[in-house]
């Protein structure tokens, strides 16, 4: 079995729910998942120890990473991901001119860090729908996947 961490950061709960959405189609694939939420203390080192990394976060203000992730993002820095599969979904508010942009800093910065990462992240505005829960469970099984070296239909 692989190792899967799926690593979020929410205030009103909203990319909670993803996240939940996002192991339960982990799970339903056949692999299990360790979910961290970000403010129980995780740092970016520990990826290492995973064959497969989904990250999940609200955007802040006009397009920030909320301060929850400041921490990681900076430690990312130090942390070659040459090898690792990766995802990234989020939540945000389309009412903001960078919609979700806090996925798309996580996106590059795990790039840019050498993850090999699976394109079709997902951005939802404020509260998930039912539709958006299945998506992040599509998500999850893709993920499954995408990370066993098979082509996501």
Do not use: H
Request: proline fraction near 1%; aromatic fraction near 10%; hydrophobic fraction near 40%.
């Amino acid at each position: 079995m692989a190792k899967i961490v799926l690593i979020y950061a929410s205030m009103s709960g909203n990319t909670e729910m993803m996240a939940e959405a996002v192991a339960d189609g982990i799970k339903e694939a056949g692999e299990e998942v360790e979910a961290i939420d970000i403010m129980n203390g995780v740092f970016a080192k520990d990826l290492l120890n995973y064959d497969g990394i989904i990250l999940g976060s609200y955007t802040w203000g006009d397009g920030e990473l909320p301060d929850d992730y400041l921490d990681f993002y900076e430690e990312l820095e130090g942390v070659d991901l040459s090898g690792k599969k990766a995802a990234v979904f989020g939540s945000g508010d389309t009412g903001y001119n960078s919609f979700c942009a806090a996925v798309d800093i996580l996106m590059e910065k795990l790039k840019e860090r050498g993850a090999d990462v699976y394109a079709a992240e997902i951005k939802v505005d404020l509260t998930p729908s039912e539709a958006d829960e299945d998506e992040c469970r599509t998500l999850g099984k893709n993920f499954v996947t995408f990370l066993n070296g098979n082509r996501v239909k």
